[in-house]
């Protein structure tokens, strides 16, 4: 059975070699993104999850386990996607200064007829940036390609107090519920079945 990564992400591949899976292939989701008003973080990106692996299993053999993942971040229930320019990030990044907010992860395991969708909500605490601190970042061009301007796993951790939750899912992956998620599907990575070793 050949594994699917239904992304281009670096962070996301990165995590699924992390869980011990050396042998997968990588397809990129051409899909849109849209998605009609009134829909809660969770709803969105379990969406979109969705959409990506029906898109990745398009392009793929129907024995294919597909992995699909899609994350955005929340500020009070609204969605901050990723920025359009310095101006904009500017404005999400002042928006999280001193503040909560929550990152939700959708991720999706698709194989043939079978589907299944969750989600994962991790809540972070920027520390209270300074102006001059907000725009040397942004000079960095790190925000420009993250959903709320910032990336955990790079500089952006010089922002973060706080974190409750799974990091990993900040990162883009929640680790701990994939390997659940592929539990479902005959995959235990923990007793080495085989995806580890190759």
Same mark, same amino acid.
């Given at each position: ?11 996301? /591949?990165?995590? %699924?070699?992390?869980? =011990? ?14 998605? @009609? ?10 969406? !979109? ?30 969605? !901050?996607?990723?920025? /359009?320019?310095? @101006?904009?990030?500017?404005?999400? %990044?002042?928006? %999280?200064?001193? /503040? ?21 909500? #991790? ?7 300074? @102006? ?7 000079? #960095?061009? @790190? ?29 883009? !992956?929640?680790?701990?519920?994939? =390997?659940?998620? !592929?539990?479902?599907? =005959?995959?235990? %990575? ?9």
């Amino acid at each position: 059975m050949e594994l699917i990564l239904a992304s281009n992400s670096p962070r996301r /591949r990165e995590l %699924l070699g992390q869980m =011990g899976i050396k042998n997968f292939k990588m397809i990129s989701p051409d899909v849109d993104e849209s998605v @009609e008003p009134g829909l809660s973080p969770a709803e969105i990106v379990e969406r !979109l999850s969705r959409r990506k692996a029906a898109a990745a299993a398009g392009k793929a053999g129907p024995d294919c386990l597909i992995i699909a993942a899609d994350t955005v971040v929340a500020l009070d229930g609204a969605v !901050l996607g990723k920025p /359009r320019n310095k @101006e904009g990030a500017f404005a999400m %990044l002042a928006a %999280l200064s001193g /503040r909560e907010h929550h990152v939700y992860t959708g991720v999706t395991v698709l194989q043939g007829e079978r589907t299944v969708t969750e989600h994962e909500e #991790t809540a972070v605490t920027f520390r209270a940036l300074e @102006e001059e601190e907000i725009w040397g970042y942004i000079a #960095t061009g @790190e925000p420009m390609d993250k959903a709320g301007a910032y990336g955990i796993q790079g500089l952006g951790a010089l922002l973060v107090s706080g974190i409750r939750g799974d990091y990993c899912n900040v990162v883009g !992956l929640p680790v701990f519920r994939l =390997g659940r998620m !592929l539990g479902r599907f =005959g995959i235990h %990575l923990l007793q080495n079945e085989g995806y580890a070793k190759q």
